[in-house]
């Protein structure tokens, strides 16, 4: 009978466990189309990535928790290929020349857009409202996860990506 009681405990245990994908999972909706420049003049739009995965992070320097997740952010880059997925950081500073320099000195190589120089305030569209905040938009154009954060950040990402082919 404690056999009994011990493998039904243990099969509890382990289907009420989330995957590590789980937690971020939430209720797809359409991801919201923009247009902006990018830190290097570069006209972009969700649009133009439409196929691709898209990892979505709003960020500022002054950011402390958002300075923290850049290094996991360098891993993502390094790990997937643009083929993909497509990381489009929007910061959410007002200094301009100190967001490039700070991006151009942390070797952020992927997509930066200054929310501040947009005029469709692309934060508000998608009503961030403190950062960091990401959204993971699948192939299709639906967010499907959001706030990836940690060490672990590219292995959750590539198994959005793995689960969702």
Do not use: H
């Not at 939430?26 to 570069?42: C, H, Q, T």
């Not at 489009?88 to 100190?98: A, E, G, T």
């Amino acid at each position: 009978m404690k056999k009994i009681a011990f493998l039904l405990l243990i099969i509890s245990v382990l289907t009420s466990c989330k995957t590590s994908i789980e937690k971020y999972k939430i209720e797809p909706f359409k991801a919201k189309d923009f247009v902006a420049y990018d830190s290097n003049g570069r006209n972009i739009s969700l649009e133009k990535f439409k196929g691709k995965f898209i990892f979505l992070d709003f960020w500022a320097t002054w950011c402390a928790p958002c300075r923290v997740e850049i290094p996991n952010l360098l891993r993502l880059y390094e790990s997937i290929t643009q083929k993909d997925l497509i990381i489009i950081s929007i910061s959410l500073d007002k200094d301009v020349d100190n967001v490039r320099s700070f991006i151009k000195n942390m070797e952020m190589n992927w997509i930066n857009i200054i929310d501040y120089q947009t005029s469709s305030k692309i934060a508000d569209i998608y009503s961030v409202s403190s950062i960091p905040t990401n959204y993971l938009i699948d192939r299709n154009g639906n967010v499907i996860a959001k706030n990836i954060r940690g060490s672990s950040t590219s292995d959750i990402i590539k198994e959005f990506i793995e689960k969702n082919k």
